[in-house]
């Protein structure tokens, strides 16, 4: 008897694994997972870009998605001449050509140090600025990437209640290449002289590095701003940590100053913002690795 309901139960087992089996072949397979493919943002520019001075460690930080990798290689002082003489140029372009991305943009703004009166640096506005540019756009295409042109960042300084709109000539050759080689343009200029026109010269002071002397701000309240980098008094710096045994020394802060071009976490915050919105709108491939 034993052995009959041993056998009987061995045989349903056998019946019960075999069904299973075939349950398991009839059952289609799972469709293959496509591998994630983020996309990549690379800034190129000057000091009103780069980390602690200008948006874009803010636009790295908080106005990106998870899948849009973003790389700040702006430099402080530079303009289209020496940015590329420096070899800076030389690094985006091999980050742009990393492989498994599926788009790589390339933010370029200059202007600031391509005006007159800085040595090594200043560009003929005519000729060489858009010269530069055009070869910017043309070398970024051809390594894959996707170039997008950007006005430079308005200066915080008024006369009598209006904004002193000193970089509009090379706001001008910047859309003006844009129109030539259809390439998106983030009129940062305009957005952002709008916003600090609206709010005045003593208010735009806010967004400064570090806070203004009293006769820096008296001169604000009247609508004309005191004369261009008045640099406020500073507390010492703090002491520099002494580097791990064995490894290099720690390079010196930055020092905050007051002036009317750079920008605090605020004036970041703010500027970063305007730059995600209006990629949002001009590049709408864009719109869903983006949080304006």
Known sequence: MRQVLFGGLAAMATTALAATQLAAQDKPADPPVAPIKP?????VGDSTI???SG???SFCSQRIVSLMACL????GGRSTKSYRAEGSWAVAQGEMKAPSYSHIWVLIQFGHNDQPGKPGRSTDLATEFPANLRRYVTETRAAGAIPILVTP???RQFENGKLIRDLDPWCDAIRKVAAEMNVPLVDLNAKSAAVIEAMGPAMAMHYAQTMPTPDVMAAALTGTTAPSNPQAPNPPPAPIPPAPAGGPPYTARNTLLFDYTHLDRDGADLFSGIVAGELARTVPEMRPLLVP
Not at 72 to 75: I, M, T
């Open 153 to 155: 960042l308005t200066r």
């Open 55 to 57: 948006w874009g460690g």
């Open 72 to 75: 700040n290689l702006a430099r």
């Open 39 to 43: 996309s990549k943002i690379i800034l």
């Open 50 to 52: 780069q980390p602690q």
